[in-house]
């Protein structure tokens, strides 16, 4: 089963950039599709970006254009590269399979946009 950590989160002014990192563990990590998951407070969790054991990706269109997945096989590492950030996109970030396993949940990373 995997299990991850993700770290990389915190505060950032509008218009600003953070790169999230998810350091998995467990389980076959380059055959898993992984994504991040979003969870604003008051709202459901989210899955904004994916990516595939070979490298295809997929995004949330709110995100699109703007996020950036990726993923190093070897290291067992996914990370995030949010750029053009806004209020909009604050929330605490997780990083999963996809599709997500329960069991694999980490405690996610806040990332929190404001001035």
């Known amino acids: 089963q995997v299990q991850v950590v993700e770290s990389g989160g915190g505060l950032v002014q509008p218009g600003g950039s953070l790169r999230l990192s998810c350091a998995a563990s467990?389980?076959?990590?380059?055959?898993?599709?992984m994504g991040w998951f979003r969870q604003a407070p008051g709202k459901q969790r989210i899955l904004v970006a994916a990516i595939s054991s070979s490298g295809n990706t997929n995004y949330a269109d709110s995100v699109k254009g703007r996020f950036t997945i990726s993923r190093n096989n070897a290291e067992s590492m996914v990370y995030l590269q949010m750029n053009s950030l806004t209020p909009e996109d604050t929330a605490v970030y997780y990083c999963?399979?996809?599709?997500?396993?329960?069991?694999?949940w980490g405690q996610g990373t806040q990332v929190t946009v404001s001035s």
């Open positions: 999963n399979t996809v599709p997500w396993s329960a069991e694999t």
């Open positions: 467990g389980g076959v990590f380059s055959v898993d599709a």
